[in-house]
């Protein structure tokens, strides 16, 4: 959502409560596509997300693991010599929905100009007191709609983070030689790399509830008739999900009684809603989700899984595999 370039940074960086990772894309000589991606775990305590906080308890310790996890920065050589040495890299930087707040509006009109699209966001958030405004910064972006024409513009996800919270994750970075060029809520990239997957938007055609699993939080986006109607976000535990997995059990309760109450609060805007289809998505396998999931809200359910990386024609070529590191497979694509 933010971005400082046109240019496609290769290289993703999640930062999560528990777990650190990084994501490299490779273009081979036949112009296919690979990923590389290696994950450390957070240092204990040094990384705790909110919205109005500073989420960095412990700049140093941050430091040190994402040295050892990014690896030192490359130099520019020219016919053998070095000409620019230990240059930060551009990266994409993805931070935890829980580090920030979302709302969807819905606008009669979108003026040409940035200034005057964020002038009329700000006024609207601020008239409908959707968001916290005062020291935040906003990005948005147009969600995909199958309605026609200038309606495709009406629907806007909306994101805002405290500017002290986003500095102090971009200073992180650039103290260990990274340039964050885009900085995007890692949900948002998930929904991207599943409708990229899924079809595109014919894959819109009915109504669904889109849920991640991350970092301790859940997001729901519910769509209806093509349109995203509503977004929420809500913190599960503050405990770690994969540290614990005596608590799976009422981890998993909590995230379908907060299911239900998402598709509640929904319908109480959208009475037509009538949703076909459950989209899970998590940086932790929870087997035991989908089948309960199923059985308490009556709704098949698909899971956003490596296949869908490999389906777009991106392939593994080192590195790891846990369901951490999709979201900076999804950052880089």
Request: charge should be neutral.
């Amino acid at each position: 959502m933010w971005g400082l370039t046109t240019s496609r940074p290769r290289c993703c960086l999640k930062i999560g409560a528990q777990t650190l990772a990084w994501g490299e894309a490779v273009r081979t000589w036949r112009g296919r596509y690979r990923y590389r991606c290696v994950v450390s775990p957070a240092p204990a305590g040094a990384v705790k997300l909110s919205p109005m906080d500073l989420n960095l308890t412990d700049m140093p310790a941050v430091e040190d693991r994402l040295r050892s996890l990014a690896g030192r920065n490359r130099d520019i050589r020219l016919a053998g010599p070095t000409w620019l040495s230990d240059l930060p890299r551009p990266i994409v930087l993805l931070l935890p929905d829980l580090s920030m707040r979302a709302t969807v509006l819905h606008l009669e009109q979108l003026p040409a100009q940035v200034e005057e699209q964020e002038a009329l966001i700000r006024w609207r958030l601020g008239q409908e007191q959707l968001l916290p405004l005062a020291g935040a910064k906003i990005a948005w972006q147009r969600f995909p709609s199958l309605g026609a024409g200038v309606e495709r513009s009406r629907i806007v996800l909306v994101v805002a983070i405290q500017e002290a919270i986003l500095k102090q994750y971009e200073s992180l970075c650039e103290s260990v030689g990274l340039l964050p060029q885009e900085v995007d809520m890692t949900s948002f990239r998930l929904f991207n790399l599943w409708l990229r997957a899924a079809g595109g938007r014919k894959r819109l055609d009915r109504d669904l509830l889109w849920v991640s699993v991350s970092d301790g939080g859940l997001t729901c986006f519910i769509m209806q008739e093509g349109r995203l109607v509503f977004v929420r976000t809500k913190l599960l535990s503050t405990e770690g999900i994969q540290e614990h997995e005596a608590l799976e059990g009422d981890l998993v309760d909590c995230i379908v009684e907060e299911c239900a109450a998402s598709l509640r609060a929904c319908r109480e805007h959208q009475p037509g809603l009538n949703v076909a289809e459950i989209i899970l998505v998590g940086d932790s396998p929870l087997p035991n989700l989908e089948q309960v999931l199923t059985k308490e809200l009556g709704l098949p359910i698909q899971r956003l899984d490596w296949e869908a990386v490999e389906s777009v024609g991106w392939k593994h070529d080192g590195g790891n595999t846990s369901w951490a590191t999709l979201p900076v497979v999804a950052g880089v694509m």
